[in-house]
């Protein structure tokens, strides 16, 4: 099939270049977010998908908004048979749904209905999700409603971040994308509707959402944190100055109140609701990511202090 595929960021990378790679789909161009200034020289920078198809020689299309009648014209003289969709980031209307063929198909990193938005992988790993997966589903106008062609399951171990998790699903969902659309392609696969029970909703995590509140148990602090990294990642405040947290190791030992610090030879223990937990690597502000040890060696906490 004659493809155009839509994608932005990292995770949408295995996807692109494995129907890059296939014999039985001619990827015809690329729609991706416009360049956006990075780094700190701020100067514009191309997507991660939109380097990639630099790369293999491929047309880029990167409208603003969805709908703008210059790219309506220009997607529609592409003649796409159908139109790949991994994390692109725009919202798209009736008018550019309409023209591929077979419809936009739309790979998404939960179990639909489950965690429909834009954070399905924080949200399953910050509500203690053992499983989760991907689902490649026809494009609706609605946020992630359409119904599913398949699905691939994958579980969420006891230590995954939500950048490693994503990582394994962006592979994983890459090779149930292609085989949805050979289905499409060879008239053997349907969407079936999704279910109305089950439904939940992942919206985008802010900055604010990922405070650690020490207040909560020691379980949810540990989920909040991996679910929160790399991006954008767990802080909380010491001396009236921000510390951004990796991930932490839960105890099972009490004796600390909330948000209490505890520094030991070997580790830095923090206080919760329940059990304390184990700093793994800290990042003060302006500075590099270090072990906990070393930050308490040179802050020196004192008796009494603690994070809030």
Same mark, same amino acid.
């Given at each position: 099939?004659?493809?155009?595929?839509?994608g932005? @960021?990292?995770?949408?990378l295995?996807s692109?270049q494995?129907?890059?790679?296939?014999?039985r789909?001619?990827?015809v161009? /690329?729609?991706t977010?416009?360049?956006?200034?990075a780094?700190?020289?701020r100067?514009?920078?191309?997507?991660p998908?939109?380097? *990639?198809?630099?790369?293999?020689?491929?047309?880029?299309?990167t409208?603003?908004? #969805?709908?703008e009648?210059?790219?309506? $014209?220009?997607?529609?003289? *592409?003649?796409?048979?159908?139109?790949?969709?991994?994390a692109?980031?725009n919202?798209l209307?009736?008018?550019?749904l309409?023209?591929?063929?077979h419809?936009?198909v739309?790979?998404?990193?939960?179990?639909? @209905?489950?965690w429909?938005?834009a #954070?399905p992988v924080?949200?399953a790993?910050r509500?203690? $999700?053992?499983?989760t +997966?991907?689902?490649?589903?026809?494009?609706?106008?609605?946020m992630?409603?359409g119904?599913v062609?398949?699905t691939v399951?994958?579980?969420?171990?006891?230590? &995954?971040t939500?950048g490693?998790?994503?990582?394994?699903?962006a592979?994983?969902?890459?090779?149930?994308?292609?085989s949805?659309?050979?289905?499409?392609?060879?008239?053997?696969?349907?969407p /079936?509707?999704?279910?109305t029970d089950? /439904?939940?909703?992942?919206?985008?995590?802010?900055? $604010?959402?990922?405070r /650690?509140l020490?207040?909560?148990?020691?379980?949810?602090? $540990?989920?909040?944190?991996?679910?929160?990294?790399?991006? @954008?990642?767990?802080w909380?405040?010491?001396? &009236?100055?921000?510390?951004?947290?990796g991930?932490v190791l839960?105890t099972?030992?009490?004796?600390?109140?909330?948000?209490?610090?505890r520094?030991?030879?070997?580790?830095?223990l923090?206080?919760?609701?329940?059990?304390?937990? #184990?700093? +793994?690597?800290v990042?003060?502000?302006?500075?590099?990511a270090?072990?906990?040890?070393d930050?308490?060696r040179?802050?020196?906490?004192?008796?009494?202090e603690?994070?809030?």
């Open positions: 099939m004659r493809v155009v595929f839509a932005t @960021p990292e995770p949408a295995p692109l494995r129907l890059l790679d296939s014999a789909h001619e990827v161009a /690329v729609v977010r416009p360049d956006a200034p780094g700190r020289s100067r514009p920078q191309r997507s998908v939109g380097a *990639l198809a630099d790369e293999a020689g491929i047309p880029i299309l409208p603003h908004k #969805a709908n009648p210059a790219f309506l $014209d220009e997607l529609t003289g *592409l003649a796409p048979d159908c139109c790949p969709v991994v692109y980031g919202l209307r009736r008018e550019a309409d023209v591929p063929r419809g936009w739309n790979l998404h990193f939960s179990l639909l @209905p489950a429909r938005g #954070a924080q949200a790993i509500a203690g $999700d053992e499983i +997966g991907a689902s490649t589903f026809a494009l609706e106008e609605g992630d409603t119904p062609y398949g399951t994958e579980e969420i171990g006891r230590h &995954d939500a490693v998790l994503l990582e394994r699903l592979t994983s969902g890459a090779a149930l994308l292609a949805t659309l050979d289905g499409i392609e060879d008239g053997e696969l349907a /079936v509707p999704q279910p089950g /439904v939940s909703y992942a919206p985008k995590i802010t900055v $604010d959402d990922a /650690v020490w207040t909560h148990p020691a379980p949810a602090v $540990d989920r909040l944190i991996r679910a929160v990294t790399p991006a @954008p990642g767990a909380t405040t010491f001396r &009236d100055a921000r510390l951004k947290l991930p839960t099972g030992e009490a004796g600390l109140e909330p948000g209490s610090i520094v030991e030879r070997q580790r830095v923090v206080g919760t609701a329940t059990a304390t937990v #184990a700093l +793994g690597d990042q003060p502000q302006g500075r590099k270090m072990p906990a040890v930050w308490a040179g802050v020196r906490p004192e008796a009494g603690r994070f809030v």
